[in-house]
């Protein structure tokens, strides 16, 4: 079955960086658009990033070239390369699979999610 397992979260301090990785099983990767979403206490899930498969990169306006998304399809394997952390970056951060022809931005264009990783950042 598909599995999407996060890793790479942690508590750092603003300005450090966390490289985030989802690897997926259970289906072929390389058919499939990848996205990372983020869910901060008390606030609702939002989207930060998406890869398709051709490796198209679309980011959220508050990602302001801080961050980069890349995909080892060899290793089933989507990153989320986070640099210049903030505070207001503090959430779950979950990946999820694409469903094809669908909107990168929508929640609701994603049929699987990960469990999700912590990312802490204190000032």
């Known amino acids: 079955q598909v599995q999407l397992v996060e890793s790479g979260g942690g508590s750092v301090q603003a300005g450090d960086s966390l490289r985030l990785s989802c690897a997926a099983t259970g289906f072929t990767f390389i058919n499939y658009a990848m996205g990372w979403f983020r869910q901060a206490p008390g606030k609702e899930r939002e989207f930060v990033a998406a890869i398709s498969q051709t490796t198209n990169t679309y980011f959220a306006d508050f990602v302001k070239g801080r961050f980069t998304i890349t995909r080892a399809n060899a290793e089933n394997t989507v990153y989320l390369q986070m640099d210049k952390l903030e505070p207001e970056d503090t959430a779950v951060y979950v990946c999820?699979?694409?469903?094809?022809?669908?909107?990168?931005?929508?929640?609701?264009?994603?049929?699987?999610w990960g469990r999700g990783t912590q990312v802490t950042v204190s000032s």
């Open positions: 999820a699979r694409n469903l094809p022809g669908s909107p990168y931005y929508q929640q609701t264009s994603y049929d699987y």
